[in-house]
């Protein structure tokens, strides 16, 4: 089956690198109209655009910090003053910090909510009313975590912050279904990209060999790759995937029944 987003205006959040640059560039081959990108990475989010260009598709960088609270509406207003409309959103942008119950602080717990978790539902609000006055089918996909199932112990407040996503997910789809706007998440599990890779290499300290270890006990003998999360996310944003909404879906292979 041949997944296509033809015509679609595409916002993509967390756009230089990682999962949304992967999103990113498979809509681009996948023949969207126009995507916007936007990340607090200027220099890579432009190289991003360039590689957009160069597949043949329209493309424009807003640069935006999520955590300031003003973010989501300029994105929004950006986005369609570039192009005149938007059709879709991916919410692929995150923080995974680690905080437990026990030892989080209110910055921490403030910022990781601010960017996972206000950001994005602040951005779902602009394009649904962006939708509706254009009286527009549209589709939404949420980059979510396999952690809000549960949450390892040092992941509590990342789980907690995706888990409210889900929750906006679950909700926006079911008050929008009939205004044709359809809204799923993808719970990721442990994916290999830029981010991760210096969280375990750097922040934790594990050094550049933790990558093999880890790969060693999967079950395909390495991580989620980001261009598998781009793949799942072209389906549910496309017409292929009508008339699904609200589902979210689990991309892990390790623990497939819950976080241990």
Known sequence: ?????DDKVLLVTGAAQGVGRAVVLEAARSGAAAIIL??????????????????????????????ERD??????????????????????????ERGSVAEADIALFDHLFAVNTR???????????????RKAPGSIVNILSF??????????????????????????????????????????????????REMQAVKLGK???????AESRMPWGRLIQAEDVARLGLFLLSDASIPMTGALIDLEQYRVLGVS
């Open 119 to 133: 950001a994005p539902m602040f951005l779902m609000q602009g394009l649904i009313r962006h939708l509706k006055e």
């Open 1 to 5: 089956m041949e997944v296509r987003v």
């Open 207 to 213: 050094g550049e060999s933790w990558l093999a270890e």
């Open 38 to 67: 936007t990340d607090r990475h200027t220099q890579r989010g432009e190289e991003v655009v360039s590689e957009v260009l160069k597949l043949g598709t329209k493309a424009a960088f807003v640069a935006a910090h999520l955590e």
């Open 147 to 196: 952690q809000a199932h549960g949450a390892g112990v040092n992941l509590a407040i990342y789980g907690a912050t995706k888990a409210a996503l889900s929750l906006f997910t679950k909700n926006g789809a079911f008050a929008h279904r009939k205004d044709r706007i359809r809204i799923c998440g993808i719970n990721l599990g442990w994916a290999d990209t830029p981010a991760e």
């Open 71 to 96: 973010a989501p509406a300029r994105i929004i207003s950006a986005a369609v003053d570039q192009f005149g409309r938007l059709d879709a959103l991916v919410n692929a942008a995150g923080l995974s």
